[in-house]
């Protein structure tokens, strides 16, 4: 005799999605954390490294804090929480946007998001493949 037993395991499978997912957000920020800090490091665009230090990144569930800033200085990590399936990238230093955007030495934010997409969709490929 041959039993068949049908199970829809579809909510099961959306939650996996979604830790994955969110996992991806974060592996993606702190590889982003890495590649950044690289190059504000490579261009010689910090003098005292509170730049460099502040860059943070935060996902749906995670606030992810830059370096550890000395309790003289202000809070310069991001707050704040992302939207779901968001990440948010960046810096609270007042003067973050400035030397983006103005900085002879070079940008930061941009090259390190726009030329390094390739790793960030490995990233979310070897997650997805677990």
């Known amino acids: 005799m041959l039993k068949i037993n049908i199970q829809d395991n579809s909510k099961k499978l959306l939650g996996e999605t979604e830790e994955k997912k969110e996992k991806i957000l974060y592996m993606i920020g702190l590889e982003w954390q ?3 800090t690289k190059i504000i490091t490579e261009k010689k665009i910090v003098d005292t490294g509170r730049l460099r230090a502040s860059m943070s990144f935060i996902t749906n569930k995670r606030q992810v804090k830059g370096t550890r800033v000395p309790e003289t200085l202000p809070k ?3 707050s704040g929480r ?3 399936d968001e990440l ?4 609270n230093v007042e003067y973050a946007e400035k030397n983006e955007l103005t900085n002879r030495k070079g940008d930061f934010l ?3 998001l726009l030329e390094h997409t390739g790793v960030y969709q490995k990233i979310a490929d070897s997650v997805f493949k677990e």
């Open 82 to 84: 992302a939207g779901k």
């Open 88 to 91: 948010i990238v960046g810096s």
């Open 76 to 78: 310069d990590y991001l």
């Open 34 to 36: 890495r590649i950044v």
């Open 110 to 112: 941009r090259p390190s």
